[in-house]
Nanobody, 114 residues
Framework: QVQLVESGGGLVQPGGSLRLSCAAS????????MGWHRQAPGKQRELVAR???????YYVDSVKGRFTISRDNAKNTVYLQMNSLKPEDTSVYYC????????WGQGTQVTVSS
């Protein structure tokens, strides 16, 4: 049974930082592309960042230079370090596993507000 469990969301002021974690089980983690997505109310879910098994990364333009995705294969965990947060980053953030996003976590809320 595949499980992806996100944590680390919360309320933060503009300019602040958060680190999201996604712990995976039931998959050969080191062989999977891992991704972070977000969905704001009334908007489509969008890919924020992804990391390949070899470590290559992709970021959507709106987060380049502010967000960093990383993975720890020993802990079966992928992270999203989010710095210089803006109100428009407010969303539910989801973790995915697989190049075609076969598996999803339940999501964690990130709210950026003063």
């Amino acid at each position: 049974q595949v499980q992806l469990v996100e944590s680390g969301g919360g309320l933060v002021q503009p300019g602040g930082s958060l680190r999201l974690s996604c712990a995976a089980s039931g998959i050969n983690f080191r062989g999977y592309v891992m991704g972070w997505h977000r969905q704001a109310p009334g908007k489509q879910r969008e890919l924020v960042a992804r990391i390949a098994p070899g470590g290559s990364t992709y970021y959507v333009d709106s987060v380049k230079g502010r967000f960093t995705i990383s993975r720890d294969n020993a802990k079966n965990t992928v992270y999203l370090q989010m710095n210089s947060l803006k109100p428009e980053d407010t969303s539910v953030y989801y973790c995915s596993a697989g190049a075609t996003y076969a598996y999803w976590g339940q999501g964690t809320q990130v709210t950026v507000s003063s």
